[in-house]
């Protein structure tokens, strides 16, 4: 095998999560596959010998070719080709995989549109990527505290980014009605709120497609009967309480009056920082609004 076939494959070894951060960063796949084959250019450019990490390295490669192309994209007014998630390919396999998990389909890039470059590859990489601060900081040239809050700050606007067509009274409509039909065992009921393509994410994983989430809604139906709705951190949510106490919340981003996307804490050290004000359900008696314990207002 010669030096660049081995290099190629190398390469390819790293393509589809490559392909998922770009798509993730730039909402095009487009695009997303213009700055892949940049970062194959730049690696044939590169003694490799020097590379540690062939991950990590591609990675930022992909994250600074993106950030550029962000930046260019602002100052000419652009908009992305196109906003459609990635579909799946003849031949599954770990690359694929990993990049329909981390697919949330069009509500998120919506909000993602919002953000300033910086917000976005700190967010993309470190929320959606796990890569460490220090390592974006490189990237973007700053301190990884400043990273940190720009993560931080983009991280807020996507809990709390209102959709275009779901103002929050509309918001907390489809939430109540999530969690009548949770309540009630309802999968139809459910699959009424859900977007086709919604993702759920928690710490145990990911789940997504409509009917996946609709039958683990309806399997945590006891959940369900001590769920409150909330402002999680601003953003509209759930509360499951247990004595009083907040043990898993939940925040959801809409899309076209549907749920797109529902975020899943359960971490004990997460909830504790969390900001979560329960709200009174629209059709519940008098008097079941409150404050929950330590971690709830």
């Known amino acids: 095998m010669s030096e660049n076939d081995f290099l190629a494959r190398r390469f390819e070894a790293h393509r589809g999560h490559l392909r998922a951060v770009a798509h993730r960063m730039l909402g095009s796949l487009a695009e997303a596959d213009d700055a892949v084959q940049e970062a194959w250019i ?12 062939l991950g990590g390295w591609l990675t930022t490669v992909v994250g600074r070719v993106c950030l550029d192309m962000l930046r260019s994209r602002r100052s000419r007014a652009e908009e ?7 579909l799946p390919s003849a031949a599954a396999g770990p690359e694929q995989d990993a990049l329909l998990a981390d697919s949330v389909g069009v509500a998120l890039l919506v909000v993602l549109d919002t953000l300033s470059p ?11 990527f796990a890569v460490p601060y220090e390592e974006i900081a490189t990237i973007l040239g700053r301190s990884p505290e400043a990273t940190r809050q ?6 807020r606007r996507v809990r709390g980014a209102e959709a275009p ?4 009274d509309r918001q907390r409509e489809v939430v109540e009605a999530f969690l ?9 009921g459910l699959l009424d709120v859900l977007d086709p393509d919604v993702v759920a994410r928690s710490e145990a994983g990911v789940t997504t497609g409509a009917a996946a989430v609709a039958s683990g809604a309806t399997a945590f139906a006891h959940l369900a009967l001590v769920a409150h709705p909330a402002l ?9 309480l247990s004595d009083g106490r907040v043990e898993r919340a939940l925040t959801f981003t809409f899309a076209r009056d549907r749920i797109a996307v529902i975020d899943i804490v359960t971490d004990p050290a997460h909830l504790s920082r969390l900001d979560v004000t329960l709200i009174q359900q629209r059709r519940s008696p008098p008097g079941r609004s409150g404050r929950a314990g330590r971690g709830a207002r």
Do not use: K, Y
């Open 118 to 128: 910086a917000e976005r590859l700190s967010f993309v990489l470190h929320d959606m």
């Open 165 to 168: 067509d779901a103002g929050r």
């Open 42 to 53: 730049r690696l044939n450019r590169t003694d490799i010998r020097q590379v540690e990490n």
């Open 232 to 240: 999680v951190d601003g953003a509209t949510g759930l509360a499951v």
């Open 180 to 188: 009548a039909a949770a309540r009630e065992g309802d999968f139809d």
């Open 80 to 86: 992305p080709l196109d906003t459609t998630p990635p």
């Open 150 to 155: 720009l993560a931080s700050r983009a991280r």
